[in-house]
């Protein structure tokens, strides 16, 4: 043996692997025996890059700019890389970062109603033939006929709700009030009657505005919109709560 030393390579090479499409980052193993040209064959799949639009550089483990990958029958074991370092694709055909995942540019295809409707395999021709949701006739209209008497009830019981009057609120779960009806009837939040309180203490949500809308006016949290159901008109004077009192 002549003592000298033998310098044994790994066959293949793990490295980090970036482009200018995309900010994420994979691993992927390669064999240094590949040309640059077939890592390319290999790369497009990975980071959706043509072939023949890619430049290719090498960093370091350390991110530190080696040098481009421009021979494409040179060796990838002949460039400087080790496991760990990173390769960066950029797309010479100008595509930007966030293009491969930007759905906003693919045309959507729409089926229109009418086809739809005529389709056998769908999820309604299914719901049709079992008569369930919508298209049990039966149901829909027992529903539309309890809706029909809720919306009655609570029209009644607004109607006997005057702005102005002393009110006592009691809400399930919620402590019992006492306030003054600042406003009685439909809303644009929520559909059905409502009577807008401006309750004694702060024990609201607002100032009488909802979603930008203005309904009444009252100091902040001092306001609230409950259900006419909940509301008791009467005599219910405001009660002294010692503020005065030195």
């Not at 002549?2 to 994420?24: A, Q």
């Not at 539309?144 to 609570?154: G, I, M, V």
């Not at 019981?157 to 005057?162: G, M």
Request: with cysteine; aromatic share 8%; glycine share 8%.
């Amino acid at each position: 043996m002549d003592g000298g030393v033998t310098i044994v390579t790994n066959p293949s090479v793990d490295v980090r692997l970036t482009s200018s499409l995309s900010t994420f980052e994979v691993r992927r193993r390669f064999n240094r025996g590949i040309t640059v040209a077939e890592l390319k064959g290999k790369l497009e799949m990975i980071v959706g890059v043509s072939a023949s639009s890619m430049d290719l550089e090498i960093f370091s483990v350390a991110d530190t700019f080696l040098q481009k990958m421009d021979d494409d029958e040179a060796l990838l074991g002949s460039y400087p890389i080790d496991d760990n370092s990173r390769i960066n694709v950029i797309d010479k055909s100008g595509g930007q970062v966030g293009e491969l995942f930007d759905v906003s540019k693919v045309e959507k295809f729409e089926l229109p109603d009418d086809a739809y409707d005529k389709r056998t395999d769908s999820a309604r021709s299914f719901m049709k033939k079992l008569h369930v949701g919508p298209y049990n006739e039966e149901e829909t209209a027992k529903k539309k006929a309890e809706l029909a008497a809720r919306n009655e009830e609570e029209k009644t019981a607004a109607d006997a709700i005057s702005v102005g009057s002393r009110c006592q609120v009691k809400v399930p779960g919620q402590p019992t009030k006492l306030g003054t009806v600042m406003y009685v009837g439909t809303t644009d939040f929520k559909p059905g009657y409502w009577v807008g309180v401006k309750y004694d203490e702060p024990l609201g949500k607002h100032n009488g505005t909802v979603q930008g809308k203005q309904y009444f006016e009252c100091e902040n949290k001092y306001g609230a919109f409950v259900k006419p159901k909940t509301v008791t008109v009467g005599d219910f004077p405001e009660e002294d709560y010692g503020l005065d009192e030195m």
